[in-house]
């Protein structure tokens, strides 16, 4: 390989000018950044055609990372902070060659340090800088986890203790690189599943006791992925560790136990809620995951936009009233509602919140858990609340009808209210606030919104593809006429499980009650005529029509969008 400066290259191949160079160069004194990285962040040039130009030039040839399996054996070959350090990932072996990928191959020194540290003979291939940060974490993730499972067979074989190390009740960190040797190795085992966790960015971890092994399952993107198989011979250990995180009684293995701790991954703080659960084969942990970071979504990043966002700053602007949050469980709502409080928490209101469990702490917000055991219900809250002077009240969800009639009675008197329910939709919270209770008349008088949602799936950027639907699909999701506009799906690739899907977002409906609509409420008016209002009015959209639109926009795909309308209400 010719030793040409990048700079040079780039230019003589008419990506960038000489001017755009002097630029970059002199930025990169301050950023510290390659090269290459720098003319990718100021948009210059794309990774695209970066690859593009380096592969032709330089003759090194493209590997796409989602589309391979990486031998296991290679991490051992190659240090995992030598990979970490230049972002580089073995791919494979042949003979004496090793083939690693890198997004860029005019790294010498790294180069250099491959052959010092493995004395082999090194090719370069070129990657993108997502799927080598991908890689590196499931390569070195799994292969971390095996070895310390190998060390505790070892060590449960001779009979030593050290299996599972105490640590703090409340507080414990999940470490990478050369850190992790001083451990014990059940604490590395479960170091390395949160920290694969936390790459997937998984809301759930599920520890499985079966007959034969540990299943250890994760929740990511609202889908179970099986990741792991744990010899049962070290089922107890493992389950000791996280008992011991969350602060629970080890030696209780009859009853359902609560705990919690807090970690810190990939420069991540991360809250884990810890549940027990006696089983037929042993105790089952699900671990709830809590990035703190999730709270600084906006209401732009939540999904809303258009007339609903609209809809939304008015609902939240407004002085007094309640809004409420409705949708099943995993639906989103707690990221709406913390949306909100992050908004309206200024120096000048007295926020308070009631909520079980707080999920996030938030900096002048005035936080109150519930504890049933004491006393402390949503109701007996929601009564001492107001006698502390608030402005804004949120209740992490209205449960019953006590609890329902004094945020009304709240409402009314001057105070801003948020809460969630559990209904299917925005109009079924009527029917739903009546079952438990709430007077017709407090509905009409203190509810000025009510907003539904569901999460759906967003298209796997790395394996998005357009294609056709036929007419059935489009009428599945309720379009008689089929759009000339093409739309997409996700072939799967290693970096969505295969799905075709990673991340999600939020499709809403928002209904606010109109004058005309208070009315009806407050005669107890039925669902079909509220209904027939809605319409009239045209100012509602559906939930089915803003998932129908996310699949047009190449959002989400025509299966997701049956998902939902399979449930939703076409008003």
């Known amino acids: 390989m010719t030793y040409t400066r990048l700079g040079d290259l780039l230019v003589s191949v008419g990506l960038i000018s000489p001017e755009q160079l002097e630029h970059a160069l002199e930025f990169q004194k301050k950023t510290k950044n390659r090269l290459g990285s720098e003319l ?10 970066l690859m593009s130009a380096l592969q032709k030039q330089l003759g090194v040839e493209c590997v796409d990372l989602s589309q391979i399996q990486i031998p296991p054996r290679l991490a051992e070959l190659l240090p995992k902070n030598i990979a970490r350090k230049y972002g580089i990932v073995p791919v494979k072996l042949g003979g004496n060659t090793l083939y690693i990928a890198m997004s860029d191959p ?80 059940t604490v590395r085992l479960v170091n390395s599943i949160i920290e694969r966790a936390v790459e997937e960015s998984a809301s759930d971890i599920h520890i499985e006791p079966e007959e034969k092994e540990l299943r250890v399952r994760m929740r990511i993107d609202g889908v179970m992925h099986s990741i792991m198989p744990v010899p049962k011979d070290l089922q107890a250990s493992v389950i000791s560790r996280l008992k011991i995180m969350g602060g629970m009684d080890i030696t209780e293995r009859r009853i359902p136990q609560d705990g919690r701790a807090a970690v810190r991954s990939k420069d991540r703080d991360v809250d884990l809620r810890m549940s027990t659960l006696p089983v037929i084969y042993g105790e089952k942990v699900v671990i709830r995951l809590l990035d703190k970071d999730a709270q600084l979504l906006s209401k732009e990043r939540l999904g809303l936009m ?48 009631l909520e079980d469990p707080v999920e996030y702490n938030i900096d002048g917000a005035n936080q109150v858990q519930i504890n049933e055991k004491t006393g402390m219900t949503f109701a007996g809250g929601l009564r001492a609340i107001l006698r502390q002077d608030p402005d804004i009240i949120a209740v992490g969800e209205i449960r019953d009808g006590e609890t329902a009639q004094i945020a009304m009675r709240a409402a009314i008197t001057g105070h801003l209210v948020l809460s969630t329910i559990h209904t299917n939709d925005a109009l079924s919270t009527i029917d739903r606030l009546k079952d438990i209770g709430v007077e017709p008349y407090l509905i009409s008088g203190a509810v000025n919104g009510i907003i539904s949602q569901r999460l759906v799936r967003r298209i796997c950027p790395d394996c998005r593809q357009e294609y056709d639907p036929n007419p059935e699909e489009w009428m599945d999701i309720g379009m008689n006429d089929s759009p000339v506009r093409r739309v997409y799906r996700g072939a799967g690739c ?78």
């Open 40 to 49: 990718i962040e100021e948009k210059i040039i794309t990774e695209q055609q």
């Open 106 to 185: 005019l790294n010498f020194m790294a180069i250099e340090e491959v052959k010092t540290a493995t004395r082999k003979r090194v090719v370069p291939m070129i990657a993108t800088s997502a799927n080598i940060e991908r890689a590196i974490s499931t390569l070195y993730g799994n292969e971390g986890a095996a070895r310390a499972i190998e060390d505790m067979k070892r060590e449960i074989a001779v009979g030593t203790q050290s299996a599972v190390q105490s640590a703090d009740n409340f507080t414990a960190s999940v470490l990478g690189g050369e850190e992790e040797s001083v451990f014990a190795p």
């Open 306 to 353: 258009g007339g609903d966002l609209e809809k939304y700053t008015d609902l939240i602007q407004r002085p007094s009233g309640v809004v409420l949050i409705v949708g099943p469980t995993g639906s989103g709502k707690s990221s709406t509602m913390y949306t909100m409080i992050r908004e309206l928490n200024t120096e000048q209101v007295n926020l308070i919140s």
């Open 494 to 571: 290693s970096r969505c499980f295969g799905t075709g899907y990673r991340g999600r977002i939020a499709a809403f409906e928002i209904l606010t009650l109109s004058h005309a609509l208070r009315l009806a409420v407050n005669r107890n008016a039925s669902r079909e005529e509220l209904e027939q209002i809605i319409r009239r009015e045209g100012r509602f959209v559906s939930l089915a029509e803003n998932v129908r639109r996310l699949v047009l926009e190449g959002t989400t795909t025509v299966e997701e969008a049956r998902r939902i309308t399979v449930s939703a209400e076409n008003l």
